[in-house]
């Protein structure tokens, strides 16, 4: 079964940094993309990052500038490096993988459960 794991959340003062990072499990073939997205209270899942295996990454326009996402194909992870946070980043964040194939799956997307990011003074 895949599952995705999540670490780094937790709370920060505007103008830190957090890393959140997430690993993607379950004897894995091949994961088309992983990313991030975030929902604020009240509103609306929204995309934050991706990164495709091939390495192309993709940010929503609000973090470009400030966030960095990496991944490495051969151990299914990816991580969000976050810089200079503001209190509208408060959200929690989750791990997305996109397109993953294994021995009994093909081209299914798979959710982490979420970790949660206040920026606050």
């Known amino acids: 079964q895949v599952q995705l794991v999540e670490s780094g959340g937790g709370l920060v003062q505007p103008g830190g940094s957090l890393r959140l990072s997430c690993a993607a499990s379950?004897?894995?073939?091949?994961?088309?993309?992983m990313g991030w997205y975030r929902q604020a209270p009240g509103k609306q899942r929204e995309l934050v990052a991706t990164?495709?295996?091939?390495?192309?990454?993709h940010y929503a326009d609000s973090v470009k500038g400030r966030f960095t996402i990496s991944g490495d194909n051969a151990k299914h992870t990816v991580i969000l490096q976050m810089n200079s946070l503001k209190p509208e980043d408060t959200a929690v964040y989750y791990c997305?993988?996109?397109?993953?194939?294994?021995?009994?799956?093909?081209?299914?997307?798979?959710w982490g459960k979420g970790t949660l990011v206040t920026v606050s003074s």
């Open positions: 990164i495709t295996s091939a390495g192309d990454a």
């Open positions: 997305n993988a996109d397109h993953v194939t294994n021995a009994d799956v093909y081209g299914v997307e798979y």
């Open positions: 379950g004897s894995i073939f091949s994961i088309y993309a």
